[in-house]
């Protein structure tokens, strides 16, 4: 399917074409194609039953742009606030001495759930004053409900052979693998 960017340095995209349909149904993005799988071995099916593909993308729409927030799936519940962990890893790769990020949630007694987020940094740094300095840059740039809570920091990629996000992954396999992690007070 193909893809047309609004502009260079805008995340807001037009999809389809020949051969494709869009629509989106519950903030959700859907597609139909002129040809299709028929879905996944031993899963369910992921086609609506008026054959639509619901990729559990959700979106924002202006006009024939779309604005992909994020899986359906992967959205952290704060609260009762809804974070992407796409739009707090683009906010913390932009500091210069982070080489890549995932953010995950994880359960909180209190919260419901708490943003943790691996961040592999292109060079050793104190993890204590790493975790303030990324606290300080986040709170110019996300709400404070967005800012991650728990920082560990990687020695490892966070991303497998084709360059995709081991979200699966979001915890070091051992400890061996993590240098350190911090917890805001």
């Given at each position: 399917?193909?893809?047309?960017?609004?502009?260079s340095?805008?995340?807001?995209?037009?999809?389809?074409?020949?051969?494709?349909?869009?629509?989106?149904?519950?903030?959700?993005?859907?597609?139909?194609?002129?040809?299709?799988?028929?879905?996944?071995?031993?899963a369910?099916?992921?086609?609506?039953?008026?054959?639509?593909?619901?990729?559990?993308?959700?979106v924002?729409?202006?006009?024939?742009?779309?604005?992909?927030?994020?899986?359906?799936?992967e959205?952290?519940?704060?609260?009762?606030?809804?974070?992407y962990?796409a739009q707090?890893?683009?906010?913390?790769?932009?500091?210069?001495?982070?080489?890549?990020?995932?953010?995950?949630?994880?359960?909180?007694?209190?919260?419901?759930?708490?943003?943790?987020?691996?961040i592999?940094?292109?060079?050793?740094?104190?993890?204590?004053k790493?975790?303030?300095?990324?606290?300080?840059?986040?709170?110019?740039?996300?709400?404070?409900?967005?800012i991650?809570?728990?920082?560990?920091?990687?020695?490892?990629?966070?991303?497998?052979?084709?360059?995709?996000?081991?979200?699966?992954?979001?915890?070091?396999?051992?400890?061996?693998?993590a240098?350190?992690?911090?917890?805001?007070?």
């Amino acid at each position: 399917m193909r893809s047309k960017s609004r502009s260079s340095d805008s995340l807001w995209v037009k999809l389809g074409g020949e051969g494709f349909q869009t629509r989106v149904v519950d903030e959700i993005l859907q597609i139909k194609a002129e040809s299709a799988m028929l879905g996944y071995l031993n899963a369910p099916s992921p086609f609506t039953n008026d054959g639509w593909f619901n990729t559990g993308d959700k979106v924002e729409v202006d006009g024939d742009y779309f604005r992909i927030l994020g899986r359906q799936s992967e959205i952290i519940n704060v609260g009762g606030q809804k974070v992407y962990p796409a739009q707090i890893e683009s906010v913390v790769q932009e500091m210069p001495e982070v080489a890549e990020v995932l953010v995950h949630g994880e359960k909180n007694a209190i919260t419901g759930q708490i943003v943790c987020a691996t961040i592999r940094l292109r060079k050793s740094h104190d993890a204590r004053k790493f975790h303030r300095e990324l606290r300080q840059f986040c709170r110019q740039r996300l709400q404070e409900f967005q800012i991650p809570v728990r920082v560990t920091l990687a020695e490892n990629a966070l991303h497998g052979e084709r360059f995709k996000k081991n979200r699966g992954e979001t915890r070091p396999a051992d400890e061996a693998q993590a240098r350190h992690a911090c917890e805001r007070p």
